[in-house]
């Protein structure tokens, strides 16, 4: 079976996911866009499997409450900015990209572990609504 997921497409044999990233002459029918091309060093092709992952895993079915649908799919996005970050790490050079990249994992773990105890029932947080306030958001 084959699913599309945003701008890449996955084929699901025998419940594994084998990435069918085609060649740039290959054309994604909805958009008409050439697909990008085959990864061809390690960092492409931790990348690219990085973002198919968190792609995938943040398409969910809806539970019908914003709030818990929200937490659960920032979770995966979440995870793939560490995975990336981590790459940059393993793989960057820039000094400035790594120091970034240090932050982000930091930053994006303590998240995913605040929106995993929000989802578990954790203790709720004061109320605070983003509101609009002369064409601006304001807390």
Do not use: Y
């Amino acid at each position: 079976m084959i699913r599309r997921l945003g701008s890449h497409a996955f084929a699901f044999v025998a419940g594994v996911g084998i990435s069918l990233i085609g060649a740039a002459a290959m054309t994604n029918a909805k958009t008409q866009r050439a697909l990008p091309p085959a990864p061809t060093t390690s960092f492409d092709v931790a990348l690219r499997t990085a973002m198919i992952q968190m792609d995938a895993a943040m398409c969910l079915t809806s539970s019908g409450d914003p709030d818990r649908d929200f937490a659960r799919a920032m979770i995966p996005h979440h995870l793939g900015a560490v995975e990336m970050a981590r790459l940059e790490l393993l793989f960057g050079g820039d000094a400035r990209l790594r120091r970034l990249a240090q932050g982000i994992i930091v930053e994006q773990s303590q998240e995913i572990a605040l929106l995993r105890t929000i989802l578990d029932g954790g203790a709720a947080a004061p109320e605070m609504r983003l509101r609009p306030r002369n064409g601006e958001l304001s807390w």
